[in-house]
């Protein structure tokens, strides 16, 4: 099984609301990825975390904030996001953060800030 | 700079005839590449990868791709397209020997099939 889920699926915000994502993986994976994707865009990497500590944050501003509470889950803090933010916000899991390890990703929550 | 390529934007077939999404990276030394589909409104897929050895990679739904080193090419082959294979497809290395680095994607292309 390599099944990556997400929620919420679809996610409407207002400029000054905080709301979370949520990504979920069984497969003992110990690296999960954040990404975000624009339309018909490849996915640009936002946050790695590797064993539960975060090893790659891609520069993204502090009103993303992520934490992985445990080896299964990670989430996305939003606080003040821009009408610019919205996307497609795609999570990933690999085996560990090994160069030939494939990342598995989940379905996406997508995004949209009033 | 590292870097992948997918030179078509949109590529059109008929159901039935075989189909190639090309794809060609910039990477020092080795590439682990790999390939991705993504349907409408969905997370993207695994299809195959290319780690080592036999340069023919066969993978999911009846994909396969071949990896030339001298042309640095890993393109995307199907030898009879469904319709149901239309989809935006993303090709992406990684630079074996830099642990803990990106994949990096090419800009994706659209594959239409007709019936």
């Known amino acids: 099984d390599t099944e990556v889920t997400q929620t919420p699926k679809h996610l409407v915000m207002g400029m000054t609301n905080k709301k979370s994502l949520k990504c979920e993986q069984h497969?003992?994976?110990?690296?999960m990825y954040w990404y975000k994707q624009k339309a018909k865009k490849p996915p640009e990497l936002m946050f790695v975390y590797s064993y539960e500590k975060l090893s790659i944050n891609e520069s993204v501003p502090s009103r993303f904030s992520p934490e992985c509470p445990n080896s299964s889950l990670l989430n996305l803090h939003l606080h003040a996001l821009q009408p610019e933010d919205s996307a497609l916000y795609l999570c990933?899991?690999?085996?560990?953060?090994?160069?030939?390890?494939?990342?598995?990703f989940g379905p996406g929550t997508r995004l949209l800030v009033l | 700079a590292q870097s992948v390529a997918q030179p078509e934007d949109q590529v059109n077939v008929a159901e039935g005839n075989p189909l190639t999404v090309k794809c060609t990276y910039s990477v020092s030394g080795n590439p682990y590449l790999f390939w991705y589909v993504q349907y409408p409104n969905r997370g993207l897929q695994f299809l195959l990868k290319y780690i080592t050895g036999d340069n023919l990679v066969k993978g999911s739904y009846g994909f396969e791709a071949e990896f030339n080193k001298s042309q640095t090419s890993f393109h995307l082959k199907k030898p009879s397209a469904l319709v149901s294979d239309s989809a935006l497809y993303f090709c992406?290395?990684?630079?074996?020997?830099?642990?803990?680095?990106?994949?990096?994607f090419g800009k994706g292309t659209t594959l239409s099939v007709s019936s």
């Open positions: 992406a290395v990684r630079p074996n020997n830099q642990a803990g680095t990106a994949l990096i």
């Open positions: 990933a899991s690999s085996q560990d953060r090994g160069d030939r390890e494939t990342q598995y």
């Open positions: 497969m003992g994976h110990r690296a």
